[in-house]
């Protein structure tokens, strides 16, 4: 798609296409400003793009006005009511400018515009069309534009940077033992070109979608932008101790090599191969920005090969997530440190590999203590390692301590700034900050970098939602599923934007089939969980299938509280460094009539209210299931402070881009602890309105809800009960499940 730009801007054409959107700006006010604006509006026929709403209706703003230029990419012919025009035929076009099917589409533009190009336009267009400098062409780019590319695509045009793919180097070796060594290498070499502000540099997982999405030669440059991709292997070279690290770059527009290069070290210089590649490919990529700068990086010239290989494999270990590559990682980066007591990186992802066992294998969270000191010597002992500010910012993150993680992670961010991570770490700690519409800034810009990256394009369409802007959602969901080679991770995102809307059947339906293509998903078991929950259904599912799935996110479930509750309990003060986990066990606590012990346990870690509501794992949730512990016991003061904290909370997020919808429930519960029924009442009945499934209960039946029981027999409640009642046996029926009895 980009290419057709391209050509059209090579023809003499002004073209504006939705890459010309601000980061921020209303795309669909741009998009039908441009529309209104344009002389012409070229949309683009494709199999994917006949069955988008969303083609249809620009193509029809084009149509409308007679200004419509129909192009065919394949054989699909246009939808109904679009056949009357001629498209002009681009099948089969490899994307040259100067390709005599663009010759016929400039003067098809030329002819709607209300000029007539000069007879002698030559087929390769060597001589641009100079006689409409005025004209300019709205581009309707199906694939583009419709599926959500406006979100973050690339800059494409003369000024625009090199879109640079790492993919993951092959190991070559005889025994086949330097697998992770490779994907190691290609990953530092990857992360070394991302401090180089004049390249973008997409990330890590995208990367090795590329690679692993080979048998489409066009999948790079026509999904995701790419112009030039690094491909390189790994063998032994002539010593017992070298290694022989070949490299090629290639023009995605034709395939074709541009430099290709062979470094052969010995002993210690191996480590250095990484920052030779680097340079090298930065120069061949810096020639037409007008320089030859050179690649700023951290020398490991001195480090012992045998530390810096147990740093790579140990980072391609903790990017699976999986327990045990956790557990070996946090062996190796053990090791590195005692060969290389002095090398900062080494601290840097033993710090990752730490915070990782405790989010996902259960590891007690006092070894955080250990992981922020990793990080915080790997910053002392490298200042610009931009890797050690972002596991600092991680840990940072997780303790609570919001303030620190941002800063933490803008440091890390200055440094390297085409670093999908620290981005999405980033808008994390905004979503827990209250401050949604900055969480999205930083979802947006970490999936430019890193698009197939399936946690970034699921948390971006949660923010999206929580914005009250589903349409957004689901739209970046649509191009997800048009990019991603993938087909359960598309059904993972789809699945999870759909659970966020209360569309639950579809989330469901779209969980059902990721679990069908890898049972071993934990996020698809994830979402059918939750959407069978949220229906009220969760017996559809054993108990052990519940107890595994719990973890991944705090539901309740009834014959697991208790236990869940004493556990973490015994666990004493550490428990309460999560502002999640403190919301949780309030919860549980109070739905058990257990107050008192609530309590203790709180006077345990904090001593007093105030010392809670001014460190950094207060929250909202956390202060309104808290305040009314406190009532029961008599500390009227402490729950009234508890209460105007998380009003205070709420009314932030929503003025920083949370849907009021979303807060529709505990405003409810917070004005009718205040014995404000009418109020209670009001703010659900609001919230059923816009946004019915964040007040029926995603995690319980609103019905079971131990607060709501001074409104049970109002009939302004049952009105709000039969609603909801209605909403999920309808999604229910929809699942093919029979009806629940909700009372």
Not at 472 to 486: C, E, V
Request: overall charge neutral; some cysteine; aromatic content about 8%.
């Amino acid at each position: 798609m980009a290419k057709l730009a391209e050509a059209l801007s090579a023809a003499g054409l002004s073209v504006w296409w939705d890459t010309a959107i601000e980061g921020g700006a209303d795309f669909s006010d741009d998009i039908a400003r441009e529309l209104e604006a344009a002389d012409v509006v070229v949309v683009a026929w494709s199999a994917t793009s006949v069955g988008s709403a969303w083609v249809r209706d620009e193509a029809g703003a084009g149509r409308d006005r007679k200004r419509l230029v129909p192009v065919q990419l394949d054989s699909t012919p246009p939808p109904l009511g679009f056949r009357q025009l001629q498209a002009v035929d681009l099948s089969g076009w490899r994307g040259r400018a100067g390709d005599p099917k663009i010759a016929a589409l400039v003067t098809a533009i030329a002819r709607v515009a209300g000029s007539t190009p000069a007879a002698t336009v030559a087929p390769k267009l060597k001589s641009p069309v100079r006689f409409m400098p005025w004209l300019v062409v709205a581009l309707v780019l199906v694939a583009a534009l419709v599926a959500g590319w406006h979100f973050y695509g690339p800059k494409f045009g003369p000024t625009a940077k090199p879109v640079v793919a790492v993919l993951p180097f092959t190991d070559m070796s005889q025994a086949k033992g330097k697998a992770y060594f490779a994907e190691g290498l290609a990953e530092e070499i990857l992360d070394t070109l991302a401090h180089d502000a004049r390249l973008k540099v997409l990330g890590g997982t995208t990367a090795r979608a590329i690679r692993d999405n080979s048998a489409d030669p066009d999948f790079a440059r026509d999904k995701l932008g790419v112009t030039r991709l690094l491909e390189g292997s790994v063998r032994g070279g002539n010593g017992a101790d070298s290694v022989k690290v070949s490299v090629r770059l290639i023009d995605t527009a034709d395939g074709s090599e541009i430099w290709s290069q062979t470094f052969d070290r010995n002993g210690t210089d191996v480590v250095a191969v990484q920052e030779e590649v680097a340079q090298a490919v930065a120069v061949q990529l810096a020639g037409p920005l007008g320089g030859n700068a050179q690649v700023a990086v951290t020398s490991t010239a001195k480090v012992p090969p045998a530390a810096y290989e147990k740093v790579l494999i140990a980072r391609q270990l903790l990017r699976t997530r999986q327990a045990d590559a956790i557990a070996k990682a946090r062996v190796l980066a053990n090791e590195a440190v005692a060969l290389a007591p002095e090398y900062a990186p080494a601290y840097a992802v033993r710090s990752q590999a730490v915070a990782l066992a405790v989010q996902y294998i259960g590891t007690p969270a006092s070894e955080r203590a250990a992981a922020r000191h990793d990080a915080e010597t790997a910053t002392r002992l490298d200042p610009n390692l931009s890797d050690g500010y972002a596991a600092l910012g991680r840990v940072l993150r997780d303790i609570g301590d919001y303030r620190g993680a941002v800063a933490a992670l803008n440091r890390s961010l200055a440094l390297k700034p085409d670093d999908s991570e620290p981005r999405f770490m980033l808008g994390t700690v905004y979503r827990f900050l209250g401050q949604n519409n900055r969480a999205i800034a930083e979802y947006e810009k970490s999936v430019a970098i890193d698009p197939l990256w399936t946690i970034n394009t699921l948390n971006l369409a949660q923010g999206y939602v929580w914005a009250g802007r589903p349409e957004k959602a689901r739209a970046l969901t649509q191009h997800y599923r048009s990019i991603t080679p993938n087909a359960a991770d598309a059904d993972i995102v789809e699945s999870s934007a759909a659970l966020d809307m209360g569309e639950y059947a579809r989330s469901l339906k779209l969980a059902n089939a990721a679990l069908a293509r890898n049972a071993q998903s934990a996020n698809a078991a994830n979402f059918r969980l939750n959407a069978l929950l949220a229906m009220q259904a969760a017996n559809q599912l054993s108990p052990a299938e519940i107890s595994t799935l719990l973890p991944y996110r705090w539901r309740i479930v009834s014959t697991q509280m208790g236990p869940a509750a004493d556990l973490i309990l015994r666990n004493g003060p550490a428990a309460w460094d999560d502002p999640l986990q403190i919301a949780w066990l309030s919860y549980v606590l109070m739905d058990l009539d257990r107050p008192t012990d609530l309590v203790r346990a709180f006077d345990a870690r904090f001593t007093a209210v105030g010392a809670y509501l001014a460190s950094q794992v207060a929250d909202e949730y956390g202060a309104l299931y808290l305040a009314p512990a406190f009532e029961r016991v008599g500390r009227r003061g402490d729950a009234e402070a508890l209460r105007n904290f998380a009003r205070a909370r709420m009314t932030h997020a929503e003025a920083n881009g949370t849907a009021a919808s979303l807060n529709a429930s505990n405003w409810a519960f917070l004005m009718l602890s205040e014995g404000d029924r009418a109020g209670a009442l009001a703010k659900l009945e609001a919230g059923i309105g816009t946004a019915w499934w964040q007040v029926c209960g995603t995690d319980v039946w609103i019905g079971d809800l131990w607060w709501v029981a001074p409104l049970n027999g109002d009939p302004r409640f049952e009105a709000v009960k039969g609603r909801c009642r209605a909403e999920i046996n309808k999604q229910r029926k929809l699942a093919g499940l029979a009806p629940a009895v909700l009372k």
